[in-house]
């Protein structure tokens, strides 16, 4: 793989807090490397870092140890303006939770972000129209948040994620928050949308089904890392199996 064609290369991340005396690691020189319009899934039981790692991965907390680049672009030493900067131009985020803002509706919710970075109001209605259309919300653009199903929300939040063509796509337990059936569905958009405008995406999940239908899949556990589908040790104990 070429280094320099990567969109992520995380080099050694390590992560511990201090409850009082006690020291708690929980990521342990974590390695990973992600190719353009790679789609990786990262699972691992509940407690086992993977928040933790993509909120380092997505510049909203700083590692103990290690490197992260992004596209290219060295983060290691970013002051926070910077990482603001970055996580505008070369980020999306998808959370459990949508968080979109109540008093706006589907289009503006995916309009927003556009506008705060630049963008003309022509361009960001035409872009969000666009994203939700294929995401299916073409009958519901207009509709504020309180007026839409869980899973419609939660299609909104990705057309949101994806309304400045990020490189890098982060989403942590994405539909987490959904009934089985509409979870399947939201994830399959997401997962389409993704491929369709060849984004990079790291997508944390513990649906081990949806996990495998993406390009490849790493599990956290006990603070490292294993690439499943090459099978082999990425970071820690040779013992893992």
């Not at 008093?103 to 556009?114: C, G, K, R, S, T």
Request: proline content about 3%.
């Amino acid at each position: 793989m070429n280094k320099k064609n990567l969109t992520l290369e995380l080099k050694g991340i390590s992560k511990h807090y201090y409850q009082g005396k006690q020291k708690l690691e929980v990521l342990k020189g974590i390695d990973l490397e992600l190719a353009p319009g790679e789609v990786v899934a990262l699972i691992g039981p509940s407690g086992s870092g993977k928040s933790t790692l993509l909120q380092i991965t997505g510049l909203l907390d700083r590692p103990t140890k290690g490197k992260i680049f992004i596209d290219g672009e060295n983060c290691d030493k970013a002051d926070d303006g910077l990482r603001t900067l970055l996580r505008r131009d070369y980020l999306g985020f998808v959370y459990q939770y949508h968080n979109l803002l109540a008093d706006f509706d589907a289009l503006e919710n995916v309009m927003l972000p556009q506008l705060i970075a630049g963008k003309k109001v022509s361009e960001a209605k035409e872009k969000g129209e666009w994203l939700l259309n294929r995401l299916g919300l073409k009958e519901r653009l207009h509709h504020r948040p309180a007026e839409l199903s869980g899973g419609e929300q939660q299609r909104v939040a990705i057309a949101r994620a994806l309304a400045n063509t990020p490189k890098l796509l982060l989403a942590d337990e994405p539909t987490g928050n959904l009934d089985p059936h509409t979870s399947d569905n939201v994830f399959l958009a997401l997962l389409d949308i993704v491929k369709e405008t060849g984004l990079t995406a790291l997508i944390a999940t513990h649906n081990l089904e949806l996990a495998g239908k993406m390009d490849r899949q790493v599990q956290l556990k006990e603070g490292t890392l294993v690439d499943l589908r090459a099978g082999k040790r990425i970071k820690g104990d040779k013992n893992f199996y």
